[in-house]
């Protein structure tokens, strides 16, 4: 296969997983914003309005975030109910080129859910200051930043979601272990509001949460006081880290020809 | 194609093996059926040989390249309907088939065409916009038979390809198999389905317990079984009587012997003398079957219980 085959290859898996079911049932985008909508309701209701700059940022990691139980579940049931992979593998199409299409067509189905946080927050900041409220600011490097995260988090999650898949032999179980992985990267590590919010001995556990770390650097964004340059370098870090170690034990579960 | 193969899956160490020692040659150009019951290793072979499973011993060899060692040479030149599959249900006909093409990197003009070609050739057209999830079991697998026709792929693997569907729709899926083979592409079939075998394969390997038991083509193999012909006799004959001319088994009203061709004769001409309903002509494969493994095919049991 040549670079220009393998570029075809994964346009072409992200857009019949994720264009197309966005098209023959646009439902399930109302279904993707549900639960990432509800929480940043909940918390703004809860905090008098005091966390939704937290929130608003939280809901895109929290979309994001979802990739990763969606690719896992996509790939198990491909794998097992399907036996799309295993057409696939008798095919000059490649694993890595399979799961980043996959992994692509994650992204695209998670787009609106995502455009509609964006604007949130474009217009939310502006909107809020216009009250005599605490605005946070809508400007560019606020955007890139919220951006790169983004994308970090998106490698993250498509690399647990591939790694998850590979334990998996049934889409039941994933979906029976899927709210204890949302419980431990969005629920309870600092996604929706802020880590100061926790108890002490609470923080210290969320530090071992990758999602803390993206979280930190987006709350950066809208946050009134300065985060320290170091503290933001090591938020990258860490959540980089995590990210290639995923990635390197995805690569080294998978396996596209059994033994 | 295949020599010495032999796949010890590792959760089933101390059990036999899967496959033992396999060794088949198949020549490019028309319809390979590999036959036997559940767990006779039919799909452990297709797996092996479309390079998604690695054999414990043996070679594996797919127009001249090495599956084992090379799998990217060979995976450019097959494709492969696995065993109980389904198609992306929220794809209609039309999208199943050109997004496949273009998955496996073929440009979209060439996709294009060969999707409309095959859509044509099968009789999907008016079905083309239609969701997979609304067609019959028979349609689907047509479309699904329709996605590996259409791509440039020189050998096809189909598992099974019938499972489960009424015999009406098995035709619809036969004839969309009998078509592959026009442009002397090698389609290797697995069924459990002989008279699908005996329909479809110019050459048949009879698989069980992982092992070759015959191989040749369909009068090939009833030639090798001992007594070629059956004649059914019913009730008015009693079956010691039949016993002499060869193996006699009870069907529902009458019995059932195997025998040799002036055997054959003699019996029909004593039993028809006796006011008795007759009829005779060469075994089936299914009678093969029966001959050579020692129970029917259908019988329930997987080669690996039966040992």
Redesign the interface.
Same mark, same amino acid.
């Given at each position: 296969?040549t670079e220009r085959?393998?570029l075809?290859?994964v346009l072409?898996?992200a857009?019949?997983n994720g264009i =197309?079911?966005m098209r023959?049932?646009p439902l399930f985008l109302v279904s993707v914003l549900a639960s990432p909508l509800s929480f940043l309701f909940f918390v703004t209701i809860a905090s008098h309005g005091l966390y939704l700059k937290y929130a608003v940022t939280g809901g895109m990691l929290f979309t994001m975030l979802s990739i990763g139980t969606s690719l896992q579940t996509d790939l198990t049931h491909y794998r097992t /109910?399907?036996?799309?992979q /295993?057409?696939? =593998?008798?095919?000059? =199409?490649?694993g890595p080129v399979y799961v980043t299409?996959l992994a692509l067509s994650e992204l695209l189905y998670s787009l609106p859910g995502l455009a509609v946080f964006a604007a949130l927050w474009a217009t939310g900041g502006p909107a809020l200051g216009a009250t005599g409220t605490y605005a946070w600011p809508v400007n560019l490097p606020n955007a890139l930043t919220i951006g790169f995260t983004l994308v970090i988090v998106w490698g993250f999650a498509s690399a647990l979601g591939f790694t998850l898949a590979t334990y998996f032999e049934d889409v039941r179980e994933i979906f029976l272990f899927s709210s204890l992985i949302s419980l431990g990267l969005t629920v309870f590590p600092p996604v929706y509001y802020p880590l100061s919010a926790l108890p002490a001995w609470a923080q210290t556990i969320a530090y071992f949460s990758p999602t803390t770390y993206a979280a930190q650097l987006l709350h950066a964004t809208t946050s009134a006081a300065a985060t320290p340059v170091g503290s933001l370098a090591a938020d990258w870090g860490v959540l980089i880290a995590f990210t290639v170690g995923l990635l390197f034990l995805a690569a080294a579960k998978a396996r596209w020809?059994?033994? | 194609m295949t020599e010495g193969v032999t796949k010890q899956y590792p959760k089933n160490v101390g059990r036999p093996p899967a496959l033992d020692g396999v060794s088949l040659s198949i020549r490019p150009g028309g319809i390979y059926g590999l036959i036997g019951p559940n767990g006779a290793g039919k799909t452990t072979i297709i797996r092996i040989c479309s390079t998604q499973l690695l054999p414990t011993a043996g070679t594996v060899t797919i127009l001249g390249h090495d599956a084992i060692a090379d799998p990217r040479s060979v995976r450019t030149r097959i494709a492969v309907i696995p065993q109980e599959s389904r198609p992306l249900y929220f794809l209609n006909v039309d999208e199943l088939v050109y997004l496949y093409l273009k998955m496996r990197g073929m440009d979209r003009a060439e996709s294009r065409r060969r999707t409309n070609a095959v859509l044509e050739e099968l009789g999907l057209v008016e079905e083309r916009k239609r969701l997979v999830s609304r067609l019959s079991g028979g349609m689907r697998r047509r479309a699904m038979v329709a996605m590996v026709l259409a791509s440039d792929a020189e050998v096809l693997f189909l598992d099974e390809p019938t499972t489960g569907l009424d015999p009406l729709a098995r035709r619809e899926v036969w004839g969309a198999i009998r078509r592959t083979i026009r442009d002397h592409r090698t389609v290797i079939l697995t069924t459990h389905y002989l008279d699908e075998a005996e329909q479809l394969a110019s050459r048949i390997a009879l698989l069980d317990r992982g092992k070759v038991l015959l191989e040749g083509t369909a009068d090939d193999l009833r030639a090798r079984v001992r007594r070629p012909y059956r004649v059914t006799v019913d009730s008015r004959v009693p079956r010691t009587e039949l016993e002499r001319y060869g193996d006699v088994t009870d069907v529902d009203g009458g019995h059932l012997v195997f025998t040799r061709e002036s055997d054959a004769r003699e019996l029909a001409l004593k039993a028809l003398g006796a006011g008795a309903r007759v009829s005779m002509g060469p075994v089936s494969l299914e009678d093969v079957f029966l001959q050579v493994v020692g129970r029917p095919i259908d019988d329930g049991t997987t080669g690996e219980e039966a040992a």
């Open positions: 296969m085959h393998r075809r290859s072409t898996l857009y019949l =197309v079911p023959t049932q /109910d399907l036996k799309l /295993d057409m696939v =593998v008798a095919s000059p =199409v490649e299409g020809r059994e033994p | -």
